[in-house]
T-cell receptor, first 114, second 112 residues
């Protein structure tokens, strides 16, 4: 079955450190890719998305992600994290030819120490 | 306010009881979804609906029933709640195509 893997369960960083969260998917066809963020006690919000074109996409709050088709990856990056980035981050994919349902990874919890 | 709302936000119920979680969206989105979020599992799709009166099973549909008589509402019913259904439930919606989904605030359900 198609799946999405997020390599890190919990990441702890100090403020100003750089962030990279890994995401890999297992599907050989066309995909749409998403990163969602869930701040403590809140609902999921879209950070960024990739449908086609430039594989480097920029999202809100200084986040970006790079789609590398050959590696089936869509890693999330931020050059300098802030305490307010403490949240859980979910990678998700829509498979080409599907009804458009999101398949989520299990999430990565990010804790940023002030 | 416009958007997607869920009610109740918190619910405690007993094993064996029927409980219905409500979801309402004001965008007239054709697609609506129900997910459950559990520690270590991320979000898993329970049911989805492509339009009024069209519903289909997701990854974990057992023990749940949905209906969609109106485009804006998508209630989720647990016919006989079990402890394993203790979870946070999120409703989402999107317009046609493979666009982004918008999520509601969630319902935290505890089954005792």
């Amino acid at each position: 079955a198609q799946s999405v893997s997020q390599h890190n369960h919990h990441v702890i960083l100090s403020e100003a450190a750089s962030l990279e969260l890994g995401c890999n998917y297992s599907y050989g066809g066309t995909v749409n890719l998403f990163w969602y963020v869930q701040y403590p006690g809140q609902h999921l919000q879209l950070l960024l998305k990739y449908f086609s074109g430039d594989p480097l996409v920029k999202g809100i709050k200084g986040f970006e992600a790079e789609f590398i088709k050959s590696k089936f990856s869509f890693n999330l990056r931020k050059p300098s994290v802030q305490w307010s980035d403490t949240a859980e981050y979910f990678c998700a994919v829509i498979l080409g030819g599907s009804q458009g349902n999101l398949i989520f990874g299990k999430g990565t919890k990010l804790s940023v120490k002030p | 306010d416009a958007g997607i709302t869920q009610s109740p936000r918190y619910k405690i119920t007993e094993t064996g009881r029927q409980v219905t979680l409500m979801c309402h969206q004001t965008w007239s989105h054709s697609y609506m979804f129900w997910y459950r979020q559990d520690l270590g599992h991320g979000l898993r799709l329970i049911y989805y609906s492509a339009a009024a009166d069209i519903t289909d099973k997701g990854e974990v549909p057992d023990g749940y029933v949905v209906s969609r008589s109106k485009t804006e509402n998508f209630p989720l019913t647990l016919e006989s709640a079990t402890r394993s259904q203790t979870s946070v439930y999120f409703c989402a919606s999107r317009s046609g195509g493979r666009n982004e989904q918008y999520f509601g605030p969630g319902t935290r359900l505890t089954v005792t």
